[in-house]
């Protein structure tokens, strides 16, 4: 009689080192801080006219304590998990905003365009980072209470 092998589990396919770099925790809350600090300094830079590219952009100012949280956070993004549940609200009251501020006729299509579009690439970040499943955290067992 023959021997068979039982057969190894299917492997994973090899994942993109660029995904995998991009979809770590610490790289999304960077990306997500240098975003609101983008948007807050690009208020600067913004004519007059609404309808300009950099239209979107008008009263981004909440976005600069948003960046120094999301900084903070980066440090210790396991500890600070639960700031990526914020981040998803922001994002989708950015995008809500400015597709609002279209229909409205008060930003041209042309001027939401590039906010829309970031805000939704990180947004698909935040929520493959929120939705993917995770190993359970293994306890810390407690000193004995003899111990010094």
């Given at each position: 009689m023959e021997e068979t092998t039982p057969a190894a589990p299917p492997q994973p396919p090899a994942e993109n080192p660029f995904w995998a770099t991009l979809r770590q925790p610490r790289i999304v809350l960077i990306l997500l801080g240098a975003w609101n600090i983008v948007a807050a300094v690009a208020e600067f830079f913004t004519d007059a006219d609404v309808s300009s590219a950099s239209g979107g952009f008008y009263f981004a100012w909440?976005?600069?304590?948003?960046?120094?949280?999301?900084?903070?956070?980066?440090?210790?993004?396991?500890?600070?998990?639960?700031?990526?549940?914020?981040?998803?609200?922001?994002?989708?009251?950015?995008?809500?905003?400015?597709?609002?501020?279209?229909?409205?006729?008060?930003?041209?299509?042309?001027?939401?365009?590039?906010?829309?579009?970031?805000?939704?690439?990180?947004?698909?970040?935040?929520?493959?980072?929120?939705f993917e499943p995770r190993e359970p955290e293994e306890a810390t067992p407690l000193p004995s209470p003899g111990a010094v």
């Open positions: 909440e976005g600069i304590p948003l960046a120094v949280l999301y900084f903070y956070c980066a440090r210790d993004p396991r500890r600070y998990y639960r700031v990526f549940w914020l981040a998803m609200v922001q994002l989708a009251a950015a995008i809500g905003a400015n597709v609002y501020h279209w229909g409205a006729g008060d930003l041209s299509l042309g001027s939401i365009v590039i906010p829309i579009g970031v805000a939704g690439g990180l947004a698909l970040l935040v929520f493959l980072h929120l």
